[in-house]
C-alpha cells in the first residue's frame, strides 16, 4: 500500500505572479497560503514548513531620476518585507527566497534593485549560518518572460534567448523543495558570467558595459 504523503504547509508571497501562478498550478498536494497586495491577509497555520519569498518589484532608471518614494518601495518588496516575514513566520524546513542575477551581475539602471537583491543574498547567507538546521535557497535568475517586464517589453526582446520562462523557473523550484540546495542560477550562462565575475571583476564590468546594459 503506497504511504500517503504529508500535505506541507508552504507561503508563497507575490502569489499573483507569473512564476508563483506555475508554482500553485504544481503544488494542488500541499496546503498552500497565498500572498499578494492583490489578495486578503490569509490565516497563516501554527506551522509553516516552506516559505517562498516570491514578492518583487523594480524601476529601472538612473540613479538620479529615482524618487526617495521609488528607493524606499523597492528596499521595502524586495528586502525589508522578506527579512520580517521570514522572522515572523519562522519556517520550518527550508526557505526560498526569489533574488535575482542582478545580485551577482549589478548593471546600469538598475543601482537601487541590484542593491536590494545583493541584500536579500547577504542576508540568506547569513541565516544559513544563523540556522544550520533550515534550508536556505536562493534563486537567482536572469530575465525571465514575465509581466515583471510589462512596461518594458522593448528589454525582453533585446535579451532574446536570454530570457527564461516562469514555467522553467517554477519547474527548477518544485525539485528543490525539500532539498538541501543552496542556490538556484539561471540561465546557465549568466550563471558562468557570474562566476567570472567573482574571479575577475574589472574584466567582466568593462564586458557588462558593452553586453549587458538592456535596459
Known sequence: MK????????????????????LIRRLQDDNL????RSLPYPEIPERVDILINNA??????????????????????NTLDLIKLTRDLQPQIQVINIASMAGKLPTAKATVYA???????????????????????????????????????????????NAISPTYVASKIEKTLGKRKREINLPVQLAAVAKLRALFPEVIDYVGRKFFNYK
Open 33 to 36: 497560503i497565498l500572498m499578494s
Open 56 to 77: 518583487g518589484f523594480g524601476e529601472f532608471e538612473e540613479l538620479e531620476n529615482l524618487s526617495d518614494e521609488q528607493i524606499e518601495e523597492m528596499f521595502k518588496v
Open 115 to 161: 542593491a536590494s537583491k545583493a541584500a536579500v543574498l547577504a542576508f540568506s547567507d547569513a541565516l544559513r549560518l544563523e540556522k544550520p538546521e533550515l534550508i536556505v535557497t536562493t534563486v537567482n535568475t536572469g530575465p525571465v518572460r514575465t509581466k515583471f517586464h510589462k512596461d518594458n517589453r522593448a528589454y525582453l526582446e533585446k535579451v532574446g534567448k
Open 3 to 22: 504511504k500517503k504523503l504529508t500535505r506541507r504547509n508552504i507561503v508563497i508571497t507575490g502569489a499573483s505572479g507569473d512564476i508563483a501562478q506555475e
